[in-house]
Structure formats: structure tokens, C-alpha cells
T-cell receptor, first 112, second 114 residues
């Protein structure tokens, strides 16, 4: 069953702690994206990757980091430098420019 | 900078009525416009999309129209049903590049009353 899987579903972060959100896809898509969703707002782009070992900053990359060592995987690390990390994080993949996104089910991150 | 404005932010209709959501984009190079539906607590799902060389596209009860001159596109849902209740997002491609990046509107919460 092809798709995109995010884990964990819920994540709690303590002050000063780095946490990593997992995103795995078996759709053979080249492009992958991380978006942040806050209540009442649209999705904002954090990072994206069009090919293995290459990624680019989006609109709100500060305090986040990513890697793309495998085509299937695009993990997002929320570092302690991100001062307001509480949000719903969505990973997406795409086969190409005119084909839209397939989204994962999201990770809800809360600072405790 | 690039942005997409979406209106209204909330929309309540009676079952069977039509619903219209409107979006305006700023980047004249945008050439791809998808619409996503997000039910409560679930992932957004693509429901319909349109490319800039097409003015209208229809899929059963859902249609999208595009006015490139006005940089305006709209989602039309006819014969609404309670299961259409969700948050709807419009999006526009970032220019004409092949990065696949999208910029999203703020979302419209649609409530269909039985």
C-alpha cells in the first residue's frame, strides 16, 4: 500500500531540546516537502528537497534542519533555536510540478 | 512577496446549497492551482487542480475556475452534503519553476448543515 508515513503522531519537547520528526514515502517521488500548520493559518514551507543529498530552505527555515540521504526519507529536526515550535507539521511528496502533493498524516508537536 | 489570499475564512450553507470559495494570487508566473480538503484531525487531500492553460475544470459536484488576467481562481461545490464539511485550502505554484513549491491560502472552514 503506497503512501507517506509520518511518526510520531504526537511529540512533546522540553525547552532546549532537539527533536526529530520522521517522514518516509514509498511512492518513488523525487520531491519532498515540510510544511508547518498553525491554527487559522495556511501551510508554510519549512524545507524542500527535489533530489537525494540536496535540499533548500523554505519561508520559515530558521530553527529547523533536514537531511535527504535516501529518496524515501526526509526527516525534520526541530532545534532549540526554534522559539515557537508548537504546531502541526506536515510532510508531503510529489511526482512533479503539476501533480499536487500527497501528504502524510502529520505530527503534532507541543512544547512542555 | 508572493501570497495567496483566500475568502471567506468560514462558510456555512444548508445541505443541497452551493458553496463558493475564492482565492487571489500575486505571482503572475504561477501556472498550477490545486485545492485541498482537510477533515478534522486528518491530512489534506487533493480534490481538484487546474493548470494555467485551462479556464475551468469540473469533477462531479466540484468545479474550479481560473481567471489569469485577474489572478483569481475559485472552487465551486454544488449540492453540498454534510460530508463536505471540512477546511479547504487553495494553493498556487511558486512561479513557473519546476520545484513544485506551493504557496497556500489561509483556509476556509465549510460547514454544511443537514
Amino acid at each position: 500500500d503506497g503512501g507517506i508515513t509520518q511518526s510520531p503522531k504526537y511529540l512533546f519537547r522540553k525547552e532546549g531540546q532537539n527533536v526529530t520528526l520522521s517522514c518516509e514515502q514509498n511512492l518513488n517521488h523525487d520531491a519532498m516537502y515540510w510544511y508547518r500548520q498553525d491554527p487559522g493559518q495556511g501551510l508554510r514551507l519549512i524545507y524542500y528537497s527535489q533530489i537525494v543529498n540536496d535540499f533548500q530552505k523554505g519561508d520559515i527555515a530558521e530553527g529547523y534542519s533536514v537531511s535527504r540521504e535516501k529518496k524515501e526519507s526526509f526527516p525534520l529536526t526541530v532545534t532549540s533555536a526554534q522559539k515557537n515550535p508548537t504546531a502541526f507539521y506536515l510532510c508531503a511528496s510529489s511526482i512533479g510540478q503539476f501533480y499536487g502533493y500527497t501528504f502524510g498524516s502529520g505530527t503534532r508537536l507541543t512544547v512542555v | 512577496g508572493e501570497n495567496v489570499e483566500q475568502h471567506p475564512s468560514t462558510l456555512s450553507v444548508q445541505e443541497g446549497d452551493s458553496a463558493v470559495i475564492k482565492c487571489t494570487y500575486s505571482d503572475s508566473a504561477s501556472n498550477y492551482f490545486p485545492w485541498y480538503k482537510q477533515e478534522l484531525g486528518k491530512r489534506p487531500q487533493l480534490i481538484i487542480d487546474i493548470r494555467s492553460n485551462v479556464g475551468e475544470k469540473k469533477d462531479q459536484r466540484i468545479a474550479v475556475t481560473l481567471n489569469k488576467t485577474a489572478k483569481h481562481f475559485s472552487l465551486h461545490i454544488t449540492e453540498t452534503q454534510p460530508e463536505d464539511s471540512a477546511v479547504y485550502f487553495c494553493a498556487a505554484s511558486r512561479g513557473s519553476s519546476n520545484t513544485g513549491k506551493l504557496i497556500f491560502g489561509q483556509g476556509t472552514t465549510l460547514q454544511v448543515k443537514p
